[in-house]
Structures are given as structure tokens and as C-alpha cells.
């Protein structure tokens, strides 16, 4: 998959997981893009451990539940990391 196709995985496994989880995060379009495709990464990564097997072509299903999965998991991750939902004084 060329650097196009992970852009477009990464957007919309990120807007994707966005609609799955949806708040008030900081950060627009471009951090939604990059949570997607460090996700998918992530999910590849995943997919691997525990399938014996990473993301595979564009129009695989299993890429795209593992990109949208690891896109969860990183906005889950960068929500706490932002402190999103505390209050703060």
C-alpha cells in the first residue's frame, strides 16, 4: 500500500473511531489523519501478534478493523494523555 493509501486508511479509520468514541478532543482534521494512521500501524502491529498476521491489501476487511481498532486505542490513549474529561482549576 503506497503513502496515499495510508493517508485515506488513516483518515478514515480515524474519523471512523472518532464517530465510535465521539467528544470534545483538541486538535482538528490533521490529528484525527495522524491518529488514524499511527492506529492503523498500531493495528498492524496487533493483527500480527495475535493473528500471525498484519494489515494486507487496501480492500481488505481485516485491515480495516485493525486500523479502526488501533485508531481506538490510540484516541483512547491520546484522550488521557490531553486530560480530556478532568476537570482542571
Known amino acids: 500500500?503506497?503513502?496515499l493509501g495510508w493517508i485515506v486508511l488513516?483518515?478514515?479509520?480515524g474519523l471512523?473511531?472518532?464517530?465510535?468514541?465521539?467528544g470534545n478532543?483538541?486538535?482538528?482534521?490533521?490529528?484525527?489523519?495522524l491518529i488514524g494512521?499511527?492506529?492503523?500501524?498500531?493495528g498492524?502491529?496487533?493483527?500480527n501478534a495475535i493473528f500471525g498476521g498484519g494489515l494486507g491489501?487496501?480492500?481488505?476487511l481485516r485491515t480495516w478493523l485493525l486500523a479502526i481498532l488501533g485508531s481506538?486505542?490510540?484516541l483512547g490513549v491520546y484522550r488521557l494523555v490531553t486530560g480530556r474529561g478532568r476537570a482542571r482549576v
Open 1 to 3: 500500500m503506497g503513502i
Open 10 to 13: 488513516g483518515l478514515v479509520a
Open 16 to 22: 471512523i473511531a472518532k464517530a465510535i468514541m465521539p
Open 25 to 33: 478532543d483538541p486538535g482538528g482534521a490533521i490529528v484525527t489523519i
Open 37 to 42: 494512521i499511527v492506529g492503523a500501524i498500531l
Open 44 to 47: 498492524g502491529f496487533i493483527g
Open 57 to 60: 491489501t487496501f480492500f481488505n
Open 72 to 74: 481506538l486505542i490510540l
